[in-house]
């Protein structure tokens, strides 16, 4: 199966910097990977996602990076607001299956 | 609907005692997914239903755990026997997915599940 890691368990950033989340994955056929956004009491929220015929992706103030060659992706919140504050994870689909095997997450906090 | 909605938000249950976790799916929505989420961990995969039919089962920790889908839709997640170690929260999420291509999960709220 997919092991799946988060480098970091909490991130603390000042509003308005930038943040970066990195994730690991062990799997080097893996070729779909998703950044998702957990808010407290909620389910997890997709953000976006990349496939591996690509190295980088953005969004509205995200971009997540790829690097097949170490197996490491990361996601990187511009201009980080109070609302940004969450657990994010990364996750990983098994090969057209059906499972997604999920990171351990890391907990954003946004100081104001 | 909306979105994903679970019921009940939470449950407090004795161990030993059975329990029933619903999830109402999107409208429309063929594929539907158990997770479960322990404290300070990623979602964990449980099943995955494609219609009525469960299609990967093999996230099920034992044989105390069921799930249902009967008309395609609505899912009951059922715990016979709980023990304390099932304490978490249940996620459902459901797809547009054939279960063959990779399509956006929608999450629900999760019920979160205290045995005692």
């Known amino acids: 199966g997919e092991s799946v890691g988060l480098h970091l368990p909490t991130l603390s950033v000042q509003e308005g910097d930038n943040s970066i989340i990195n994730c690991a994955y062990s799997n080097s056929a893996s070729d779909y990977f998703i950044w998702y956004k957990q808010e407290s009491g909620k389910g997890p929220q997709f953000i976006i996602d990349i496939r591996s015929n690509m190295d980088k992706r953005q969004g509205q103030r995200v971009t997540v990076l790829l690097n097949k060659t170490v197996k490491h992706l990361s996601l990187q919140i511009a201009a980080t607001q109070p609302g940004d504050s969450a657990v994010y994870f990364c996750a990983v689909p098994e090969k057209f299956g059906n499972q997604f095997y999920f990171g351990t997450g890391t907990s954003l906090t946004v100081i104001p | 609907g909306a979105g994903v909605s679970q019921t009940p938000s939470n449950k407090v249950t004795e161990k030993g005692k059975y329990v029933e976790l619903r999830c109402d799916p999107i409208?429309?929505?063929?594929?539907l997914y158990w997770y479960r989420q322990s404290l300070g961990q990623g979602p964990e995969f449980l099943i995955y239903f494609q219609g009525t039919g469960a299609a990967d089962d093999s996230g099920l920790p034992n044989d105390r755990f069921f799930a249902v889908r009967p008309e395609g839709s609505v899912s009951t997640l059922k715990i016979q026997r709980t023990e304390r170690g099932d304490s978490a929260v249940y996620l459902c999420?459901?797809?547009?997915?054939?279960?063959?291509?990779?399509?956006?999960?929608?999450f629900g709220p999760g019920t979160r599940l205290t045995v005692l």
């Open positions: 999420a459901s797809s547009a997915s054939s279960g063959t291509v990779y399509n956006e999960q929608f």
């Open positions: 409208s429309g929505h063929t594929a």
